[in-house]
C-alpha cells in the first residue's frame, strides 16, 4: 500500500507481442494438446461471465465501523476480510464477515438467503479483526476458525456449532494480516501461519502530508513485522516454532499469504505478498523452510523493483500441471502473474497473458482464480480500491472507490468482462478480501467481496449457458479430514487439469474447501487421481457430471451426520 510510489516503467509494447504458451516447464505427463483446441468438448465456447449482487435480498447487510473519521490511517484503510466454511454441517456454505468492533456469522438457510448466528455461536468477541482462516484442525469433522487483527488473534475450536476460544501465543503488539492453514511437517495435523504487517502504535506517525492534503502514510515510515507459524500439537494446543522452521527470516510487512505445492514435491510450499518488501517464497524441505523467491524469479515485478504485494492465489492458468501465482499490487503497478516454468523458476507474464495493461491503473487487493463460466479454464476475479481516501484531491483522476476486474481465460489470455452484464462488477467500491464458495450449490462458483465503506458485495455467479461441471468434497483420515494439500488431477477427454485443496490465504479471507471443475460440452470426469497429503494415491473413473461426489480416503472414517433444520 505505498502511498508514495507514482510509478515504475514497463516494456508493454514487447511483451504485448508475446502469446500464452501451451504448456511451460516439465510436467509429469504433458497435455495431449493446446489450450483452447475447438475439438476438444471440454473448451465449448461458454456465455459472458454474469455475476449480480445478491447480498441485500440474502440479507447481509453487515459494515464495520472504523473509529476515527478521515483522513483515514494505513490501519483504517487495510480493510476487513470475510469468507465461507459450512460451521453447522448441514452441507452449505455458510458466510462470515469480519471486521471492528466484532465480525458478523450468517448461517446459509438454503433458499438464496442468510440469517445471522454470530452470538448463538459464541463469535460476538470484541476486536480490530481483520482476517480469517478455517479448517478441521483436529478431524472431528467440523471446521474450526482462526481470527487476525490489530494486535489481536483468536484461535476458535467449533463444538457443534459453537466456537470455543483456545488458547494461541500470538503477541500483544503484533498485526496479524491474512492467515492459511497448512500441514507443513506432513504430520497430518493441520498447522497454521499468520502473516504480519508493521509496527504501528501511538509512537508512529499516523498521517502524513502529500502535496499539501493530510493522508494516510506509506509503509516505509514504518518498521516490519514478520509472520507466525504455530504447529499443531495433537492435544488441542498450538506453538510457536516459526524460527526452527526458518520463517523468521521473511522480509515483513505481509499483506497476502498463499499455500501450494509449487514444486510437486509432496510438501506445501508458502508465498507471502510483501508491500513495498521483496515477495517471499518458503520452499519445504521437510519442515523447514528456505527462502528463494530471488532465484525463483517471484520476489520482484518484471522490472526487477518492489512491488506493493497484496493478494495472492495459485493455480495452473495454462494447463502444463503447474501452479502459477497471481500477486496484486499497487495502482501504476501493474498486477504479477507468474507462470511456473518447472524447476524452481518463474516467468513474470502479466502483460503477454493480457493482464498487465489493464491493471496498472488499478490497486489491487484480493484475487481469486475460479472458473465463471464453467468451460474448465480458471478465470481471475480482482477487488481494487485505494488505500488513501482524499487520493482525488492529491492525484486528479485516481479514485478512491474502484471496479471489480473479471478476466476471462480464452485458453491463450485474459480479456477483461466489460458490458451491461458486468453492472455489479463495475460500479465502484474500495474492495479488499474475495473468498469463493457455490453458496447456493447450483453449479455455479459465487465470490464474497468485502467493502471498506459499505456492506459486502454477493456476488451471485448468473452466468448463462450449459457448462458442465463437478464439484468435490473430500474426506481423509483423521486429523487431515479435509484433505487440506491433496493434489487432484482430472482427465477429461484428452485433457489433463490438476488442482490443490485448500481454503485459505489469498487477502484476509478463507474459501469452501470443495473443489470446483467446469467441464464445459463434457459429461463426465474420465478419471480423477487424487495425491492425499500423506502420499497415498487413489483413482476414481467415470464421475458424473452437474454433481457433487464425496471421495472419501481409504480409512477415512464414516461421514458425520449432517445438522439436522
Given amino acids: 500500500m505505498n502511498g508514495a510510489r507514482l510509478g515504475v516503467s514497463l516494456l508493454a509494447g514487447l511483451a504485448l507481442l508475446i502469446a500464452m504458451p501451451a504448456g511451460c516447464g516439465a510436467p509429469q505427463s504433458p497435455p495431449a494438446s493446446g489450450a483452447g483446441t475447438p475439438a476438444s468438448p471440454l473448451h465449448a465456447r461458454a456465455a459472458s461471465p454474469v455475476f449480480r449482487d445478491r447480498a441485500a435480498a440474502a440479507g447481509i447487510h453487515f459494515v464495520p465501523e472504523r473509529g476515527r473519521k478521515p483522513p483515514f490511517d494505513i490501519l483504517q484503510t487495510a480493510g476487513f476480510g470475510g ?132 493522508a494516510a502514510c506509506s509503509p516505509s515510515h514504518y518498521d516490519a513485522q ?155 476475479l480482482i477487488a481494487n480500491g485505494h488505500v488513501q481516501d482524499a487520493i482525488s484531491r492529491m492525484q486528479p483522476g485516481v479514485s478512491y472507490a474502484q471496479p471489480i476486474q473479471l478476466f476471462r481465460n480464452d485458453g491463450r489470455r485474459f480479456e477483461e468482462v466489460t458490458g451491461p452484464n458486468s453492472a455489479d462488477l463495475i460500479r465502484p467500491l474500495v474492495g479488499r478480501a474475495v473468498a469463493l464458495a457455490d453458496y447456493d450449490d447450483d453449479g455455479h462458483v459465487d465470490a464474497l467481496v468485502t467493502d471498506l465503506e459499505g456492506p459486502p458485495r454477493l456476488l451471485h455467479n448468473e452466468t448463462p449457458g450449459p457448462g458442465h461441471w463437478v464439484r468435490i468434497r473430500l474426506a481423509g483420515t483423521a486429523p487431515a479430514a479435509e484433505g487440506i494439500g491433496a493434489r487432484l488431477t482430472f482427465r477429461v477427454g484428452a485433457r489433463r487439469l490438476v488442482r490443490w485443496a485448500g481454503t485459505g490465504g489469498g487477502y484476509l479471507s478463507t474459501s469452501d474447501p470443495r473443489i470446483h471443475l467446469g467441464l464445459g460440452a463434457a459429461r463426465q470426469v474420465d478419471s480423477l487421481q487424487v495425491r492425499w497429503p500423506n502420499g497415498m494415491t487413489q483413482e476414481l473413473l467415470r464421475l458424473e457430471a452437474d454433481r457433487e461426489h464425496l471421495v472419501r480416503q481409504a480409512g477415512a472414517g464414516k461421514e458425520p451426520p449432517p445438522r439436522k433444520e
Fill in 83 to 214: 469468507g465461507f466454511l459450512d460451521y453447522d454441517g448441514d452441507g452449505r456454505a455458510d458466510l462470515l464477515l469480519v471486521g471492528r468492533p466484532r465480525c458478523a456469522l450468517y448461517r446459509n438457510l438454503g433458499d438464496g438467503r442468510f440469517v445471522e448466528t454470530t452470538v448463538a455461536a459464541g463469535l460476538d468477541l470484541p476486536g480490530y479483526w481483520m482476517g480469517c482462516a478455517s479448517a478441521d484442525y483436529d478431524g472431528d469433522g467440523r471446521p474450526d476458525l482462526f481470527l487476525s487483527g490489530y494486535r489481536t488473534a483468536a484461535l476458535f475450536h467449533n463444538e457443534d456449532s459453537r466456537f470455543r476460544r483456545v488458547p494461541l501465543p500470538f503477541p500483544t503488539d503484533a498485526w496479524g494480516t491474512s492467515a492459511a492453514f497448512l500441514d507443513y511437517d506432513l504430520d497430518g495435523r493441520p498447522d497454521l501461519y499468520v502473516g504480519c504487517y508493521l509496527q504501528f502504535g501511538t509512537t508512529t506517525p499516523r498521517l502524513c502530508t502529500y502535496a499539501g492534503v493530510q
Fill in 226 to 380: 514478520r509472520g507466525h507459524l504455530y504447529r499443531n500439537e495433537g492435544s488441542g494446543g498450538f506453538r510457536d516454532v516459526t524460527a526452527a522452521a526458518g520463517l523468521d527470516r521473511s522480509h515483513g510487512k505481509t499483506l497476502g499469504v498463499a499455500v501450494c505445492d509449487f514444486n510437486d514435491d509432496g510438501k506445501p510450499d508458502l508465498y507471502l505478498a510483501n508491500d513495498g518488501m521483496p515477495g517471499d517464497l518458503f520452499v519445504n524441505e521437510g519442515g523447514k523452510f528456505r527462502e528463494q523467491g530471488l532465484e525463483a524469479g517471484v520476489a520482484f515485478s518484471q522490472t526487477g523493483l518492489e512491488q506493493a504485494g497484496m493478494g495472492v492465489d495459485w493455480c495452473d492458468v495454462n494447463e502444463d500441471g503447474f501452479p502459477d501465482l497471481i500477486v496484486t499490487t499497487f495502482q501504476h503497478e501493474p498486477t504479477s502473474l507468474y507462470l511456473n516454468q518447472g524447476r524452481g523458476y518463474f516467468q513474470e507474464s502479466a502483460y503477454p497473458l493480457g493482464i498487465g495493461s489493464s491493471t496498472t491503473e488499478k490497486l489491487g487487493f484480493g484475487a481469486r482464480f475460479l472458473d465463471a463460466d464453467n468451460d474448465g479454464r480458471p478465470d481471475l
